[in-house]
């Protein structure tokens, strides 16, 4: 190699070869953001009312789910009769009350195969109202957050958008970047009505809660079609659902736990098992509680009521705390605990996957856990407004105002490369990305055409 060659060499890259990269890597940010921010607003609007899901719906259903604390309460069974007496039907579920100001919720299947939740007094007995089960205004804001509402459709778009998050942080924080002065960098220039303002407050916010949005698009995968059923069955382990090592060695039905009603995501694949027929009668769920309150089982426990012979009783709890998270289920003739599963049973993958999802719903660490998410749903929402603000000030006339593509295309095929990387890991972000692709070779050769 000749001297002004390896002088060359070790030259710096030069401007345009900088700006080439900073161009491949907007244009992507950009498509990214396209995808996503829709999403992310929705997403940030119904999660931070979530949040508060306890708080709000106490307020909303006070009439239902408020009581005066009193010396004496009604038994479980009262209260199951009452209810029954009210709405005719089997009462397959019963919610014992999570504080003394709380009221008993009881899930009664009618014979047409409508369920009711019907609110009882735990003091008096007497009933207070009722509702479609899961009918409280949170669950309907869970549903809209999760997109539930769509199915199959759902559950794919939260994976796509989860995994588009994550790679329009990584693009965003390379744009962010300071590479001249400091302005911009964490301090907002200009004024509203200069684009310069909205770029600097995109990309401050974004560099201040980008971590956070990182947290929540991974943390928020397990409720996605592809990616997260299949780490539920690697987190899972294979004995029946339950965590590897964890001893099953009863009798396993066919049903399993989110069947049942809410569960933890670790076990949600977990088969119920099933009762000895011994041709006792069987106990009766007043005995049954009193087992499940014997064995420790934290305030606001629900109990799944057998409507077999087979069936079991079945106690949950999924509190705040993920150290009081418990599972049992009772042999429905003995009274035997034949699994009695906890937090601390799961296997490392699961307890880091449920740890997570605690704190994606602000359960974890209490108010500072709700309020540092809260201002992350704002910060997410001031993203997308300055995005879109950007966008509308910098688009040429008649077109999507996609940024310009690079002169050197090699560094466009570098960064799509990086980009396959986070394909591969999320499958349906990798399909994703190849349709984004094909549209970007198209729109190319279109504007290539007019121009």
Partial sequence: MTDLALRQAARPASPTNASDLYRAVWRWHFYAGLLVLPFLITLAVTGALYLFRDEIDALVHADLKRVEVAATTATPSAMIEAAIARVPG?????????????????????????????????????????????????TFVRDLHSLSFFGTIGRTAIEIAGGWAILLVATG?????????????????????????????????????????????????????????KVNEWANG??????????????????????LGQTSWSLQQAEVPLSSVSGTAAISVDQAMKTFDRLGLAPGYAVNIPTTAEGVYTGSVYPDDLDKQRVVHLDQYSGKPLIDLSYADYGPGAKAMEWGINVHLGQQYGALNQYVLLAACIAIVILAVSAAIMWWKRRPIGRLGVPPLPGDRRKLAGVVTILAIGGAIYPLV??????????????????????
């Fill in 90 to 138: 089997t009462a397959v579920k019963f919610t014992t009350p999570a504080t003394p100001t709380s009221s008993a919720e009881i899930t009664v299947k009618k014979t047409d195969g409508e369920k009711l939740a019907v609110y009882v007094n735990p003091y008096s007995g007497a009933v207070l109202g009722t509702l479609p089960d899961k009918g409280t205004i949170m």
């Fill in 173 to 229: 924080i390379y744009l962010w970047w300071p590479r001249k002065g400091r302005g911009g960098v964490v301090s907002v220039r200009g004024a509203p009505s200069q684009r310069i303002f909205w770029r600097d407050l995109h990309a401050v916010t974004g560099i201040f809660v980008g971590a956070v949005i990182l947290f929540l698009a991974i943390t928020g995968m397990p409720w996605s079609v592809f990616w997260g059923d």
């Fill in 238 to 259: 294979s004995n029946f659902g339950y965590p590897t090592g964890l001893r099953v060695n009863v009798p396993m039905s066919d049903e399993h736990m989110n069947h």
């Fill in 430 to 451: 990798g399909a994703s990305l190849i349709f984004v692709l094909i549209f970007d070779m198209i729109l190319t050769r279109r504007w290539r055409a007019v121009g």
